[in-house]
């Protein structure tokens, strides 16, 4: 493609992107000369200390005379163990999400009382305001819901009588309603992508009272779901829900928050950052990584084919061409991810003995596998486990919840993190967040225009 101007001048892309190539790519050389942690990472892949937090503690090793030892991953909210919450409500038989955001956002356990009043008050919350479907999804239909999701929620800015104002109260209020609206914001975009890029019926469904979170995602997008479906997604909600402050979504919201920006503004650039393939959208490139093995591996019982056709992608002979393993390795965790661990106990129990159940081999065989190969090839001994992306696509698959909104609902549950983290950094940071860069560009000088080349 070339951008054309009314002179006769025509400037093409690919000359421009040569010349950035030259002027801007800096010597990877040079990262290690000047000690830059790339990505904010140290040497053994840890991440670089920027800040503290009491809402969520990842953890996935320890260190004993300044050696890593590797540990069994333990993901804990406000210093409650995450795996204890979920089996909490699980054994109860009851929904959980809601139970985490207050969790999170508040900093202990709801009562009875508090859980249902602020379950009420989020389902309260949960429609959009008179024609914003109409005016903010209909009229743009987007090809991608993590950006019609993002524009939606700097759009609900122009609803607010008071938007910019940071104090905790307002604050609050601002997060507990888009959190209410964001399923309702994502169901409504993908219905409007259905009619508009697969030329498939729309259904605008209004919200049911009373329903809480999972419910309310299920209801936008596949009306008659079972009970038991519905707090399978509730599970999934739960574990995603938050991760520490310095995941790459989180951290982009309390960048965002320390700059004095709204509301809007930080939770926007957090569903951008979500979306990106190596984060949230890991989920997708699983499954698209699975799709292709399924195509050359003739049987999912067979390690051997499996193993080998794992090599390949490893060597970048296979897959998208990334060498990397979607689904498998951690920044933090090393001999376990929690949230996998749980997800991949759910995935066993509803394939078993469905169409789905070969789809689990294969994942099983993947996290089984992996570690091997990448010793094999990489002569890497590193511990190496399953993420919470290698079994959640499948568990949406299960619960007939389109591709599409794989990332999105890891949008909607993730708001419960976002929001602890921005109210944290308010009250708590009170400085800009500014790494400093150390510049690599040559001394030049300023050349006339007529003297150019």
């Not at 009272?209 to 997604?233: C, F, M, N, V």
């Not at 399924?294 to 390690?303: A, L």
Request: charged residues 25%; negative net charge.
């Amino acid at each position: 493609m070339d951008i054309e101007y009314k002179s006769s001048a025509t400037i093409h892309l690919d000359d421009l992107c040569e010349q950035i190539e030259q002027n801007t790519k800096v010597d990877t050389a040079d990262y290690d000369m000047f000690n830059i942690k790339r990505g904010l990472r140290n040497s053994d892949g840890t991440g670089v200390m920027a800040g503290l937090t009491s809402v969520c503690n990842v953890e996935g090793y320890y260190i004993d005379d300044g050696e890593t030892v590797p540990r069994e991953g333990r993901l804990r909210f406000r210093g409650i163990n995450m795996k204890y919450v979920v089996e909490g409500c699980e054994a109860e038989n009851r929904f959980g999400y809601e139970e985490i955001v207050w969790l999170l956002i508040f900093g202990s356990l709801p009562t009875k009382e508090q859980l249902e009043g602020f379950t009420k008050l989020l389902s309260d919350n949960r429609e959009l305001p008179d024609d914003f479907i109409e005016d903010m999804i209909m009229k743009a239909p987007s090809p991608d819901i993590m950006n019609k999701m993002a524009r939606s929620v700097l759009a609900l800015y122009s609803y607010d009588s008071n938007p910019d104002e940071t104090t905790l109260r307002n604050v609050l209020r601002q997060c507990l309603q888009i959190l209410a609206k964001m399923p309702e914001i994502m169901g409504n975009a993908y219905q409007v992508k259905r009619r508009t890029y697969y030329k498939q019926t729309m259904s605008i469904s209004p919200t049911v009272p009373g329903h809480t979170t999972a419910q309310s995602i299920l209801d936008a997008i596949r009306p008659g779901y079972a009970d038991d479906e519905a707090k399978l997604l509730d599970t999934c909600l739960m574990v995603h829900a938050e991760h520490g402050g310095g995941n790459n979504s989180t951290f982009a919201t309390r960048v965002l928050t320390s700059s004095g920006t709204d509301t809007y503004s930080a939770i926007a650039a957090g569903i951008g950052a979500l979306k990106g393939p190596r984060h949230g959208g890991a989920n997708i490139k699983v499954t698209e990584m699975t799709r292709l093995m399924r195509e050359e591996i003739t049987d999912v019982y067979n390690d051997g084919q499996i193993a080998d056709y794992l090599a390949k992608i490893v060597r970048k002979e296979a897959g998208d061409g990334s060498g990397l393993i979607y689904g498998m390795g951690h920044a933090v965790y090393t001999l376990s991810d929690p949230r996998a661990v749980i997800l991949k106990s759910r995935a066993k129990q509803f394939c078993t003995g469905t169409e789905y159940e070969e789809d689990f081999l294969l994942l099983d065989a993947i996290e089984r596998l992996t570690p091997e190969v990448f010793r094999a090839i990489k002569g890497s001994g590193k511990a190496m486990c399953a993420n919470v992306d290698l079994y959640s696509g499948l568990v949406y698959r299960v619960l007939q919840i389109p591709e599409d909104l794989f990332t999105p609902i890891f949008t909607v549950a993730r708001m419960a993190g976002w929001s602890a983290h921005r109210m944290e950094e308010l009250l708590t940071g009170n400085r800009i967040i500014r790494p400093a860069y150390k510049s690599v560009a040559k001394p030049g000088k300023y050349i006339p225009i007529e003297e150019r080349k």
